[in-house]
């Protein structure tokens, strides 16, 4: 593991945040959006879908700020927020 000034988009700003890199690399033969649903699904059976009042409490501390998976950046994935359960958006 190496600590480097990483550039990201969300954050912004000229020389980077620091940021752990492992060197991990995706597997040529999965795209961006097979690797995002595979771990999100693993995600959802090891913790379970999201609680309202966890899904509230990121809004309320982020607001409208984009998911950062420190994974997926290194790797250079293209991936959006988690899809929120219709039952906790009601």
């Known amino acids: 593991m190496t600590l480097e000034g ?4 969300v ?6 945040i620091w940021f752990s890199c492992f060197g991990l690399k995706r597997e040529e033969d999965k795209n961006d959006a097979e690797i995002v ?6 995600t959802i ?4 879908n999201i609680p309202e009042h966890e899904y509230l409490a990121r809004q309320a501390i ?10 997926f950046e290194e790797m ?4 959006g927020d988690h899809k929120v359960p219709t039952k906790v958006l009601k």
Do not use: C, H, W
Request: hydrophobic letters at 40%.
């Open 11 to 16: 954050f912004g700003g000229e020389e980077g």
């Open 62 to 71: 982020g607001g409208t700020m984009p998911r950062l998976n420190r994974v």
């Open 37 to 42: 649903a595979q771990v999100e699904a693993a």
């Open 45 to 48: 059976d090891i913790l379970g």
């Open 76 to 79: 250079g994935m293209v991936y």
């Open 6 to 9: 990483v550039k990201l988009s």
